[in-house]
């Protein structure tokens, strides 16, 4: 309506206007991000306010991440657990296939057709067990289906999925890349230093999985804030 003056609406694009005016865009906009519903975002036009253009925080920072192909790389990363430690399991037709541990800002990956499951289990499984450690995972329901007692989780202290669920039930997904971009404004699948879409290519996907298990800790951080 910039450009019509009022005299020059139909009767209908009055009504609209007159509606328009009365809505709190930035509100509008801030519900609706809420719930993910990015296609109704750019259906309707709606642009965020200064105050809601959220800020990227580089949440890994100072970190450092690799892939273990021994099991004595396995005990010397171990080693330095001390009351918390993160993790994620990665599937393979019904099956653990990788295996993602961080402790503070260090983060490893186990690529289980390198090592083999039972030997780096049976490495891992004090670990898991012990009930002063605690655990902090994503959807850790289904890593206990797919380990089918191989080991058990003693002291579950923070699920992603779970905790994100009870702030916002609303929410149509809870996985940790979605979560990351929302709070940290960070593309865990865009390529940092080629800044392009990984296509899962040159073992990247153990590097995604790493930042994965990295982003644990600072979306329990933001739990918290909220």
Known sequence: FENKSLDNLTEYEKIVYRISKDINYDLLYGEINKLNLNSIIKRLNLKPSETQIKKSVDIFKNTKYEKLDSLKKIDEFLKNVSDEMSFLFEYSKNCVSKIALAIENEAVVV???????????????????????????????????????KMEFKNIYYDVEIAQYLINSAKSEYSIESLVKEYFDIDLDIDEKKGQVSLFEDNSDWELLAKRVLSIRPLYEKTYEI
Do not use: Q, T
């Open 111 to 149: 690529d289980l057709s390198e090592v083999r499951e039972d030997a780096v289990i049976e490495k891992i499984k004090p670990y898991f067990e012990n009930e002063k450690i605690r655990l902090m995972g994503a959807d850790i329901k289904e890593s206990l289906v797919k380990l089918n007692g």
